[in-house]
C-alpha cells in the first residue's frame, strides 16, 4: 500500500487473522523483533519465527524455521523484520506459499513500492512501515495504559 492503511483495515486485519510469520526475528530479548513477536503470541496469534541462523532452535513454542517454504499449513500474516533490500525475496518466497498468506506487513523503518506492487498484484494486503504490536495497542486501547492519548475511548484503564 502506498498510501496509509485506514485504522478499520489494521483493525480487521489484527481481529481476523491467526497466524504470523515473524521473518527475521531475534533471540535477544532485547531486540524489537523478540518482542513484538512474544507480544503477538500473548495476544493469542500462533506466531512462527523465521531466521535461518537460528533454525531447528525454538522459540515461542515453535521451532524457528530457515525460510517459509518449511512454514506447514500455511499462515496469515508474514511480518518482516528486515531490511527494506530483502523484501523482495521474501515477497517472492510468501507468494510460492500454499496456502498463500494474506497480509504482508513491514515493520516500521521496512518500506518497499515494488515488492509490495508485486503481493498487492497478487491479492495480498500490504502493510508498510507499521508495527502490529504497537497498532493493536493503540486500535484496542492498550498504550492508554502507557501514559498514551491514543483517541480510541475504551472502558479499560
Not at 127 to 145: A, D, S, T, V, W
Request: proline share 7%; hydrophobic share 40%; charged share 25%.
Amino acid at each position: 500500500m502506498t498510501e496509509t492503511p485506514s485504522d478499520d483495515l489494521l483493525r480487521r486485519i489484527l481481529r481476523e487473522v491467526k497466524s504470523f510469520a515473524c521473518v527475521g526475528v531475534s533471540p535477544n530479548p532485547v531486540r524489537p523483533s523478540h518482542y513484538v513477536a512474544r507480544y503477538l503470541r500473548l495476544k493469542g496469534y500462533r506466531v512462527i519465527p523465521v531466521n535461518p541462523g537460528q533454525a531447528g532452535k525454538e522459540l515461542f513454542g515453535e521451532t524457528v524455521r530457515a525460510d517459509l517454504s518449511e512454514i506447514e499449513g500455511g499462515v496469515d500474516v508474514i511480518d518482516i523484520f528486515r531490511r527494506p533490500e530483502a523484501v523482495p525475496e521474501i515477497v517472492e518466497e510468501a507468494l510460492a506459499m500454499s496456502p498463500r498468506p494474506k497480509v504482508i506487513w513491514m515493520q516500521i523503518g521496512v518500506t518497499h513500492a515494488e515488492a509490495a506492487a508485486r503481493a498487492e498484484a497478487e491479492g495480498l494486503t500490504v502493510i508498510q512501515n507499521r508495527c502490529p504490536k504497537i497498532e493493536y495497542q493503540r486500535l484496542f486501547g492498550e498504550l492508554r495504559m502507557g501514559g498514551f492519548a491514543t483517541g480510541i475511548i475504551s472502558s479499560k484503564l
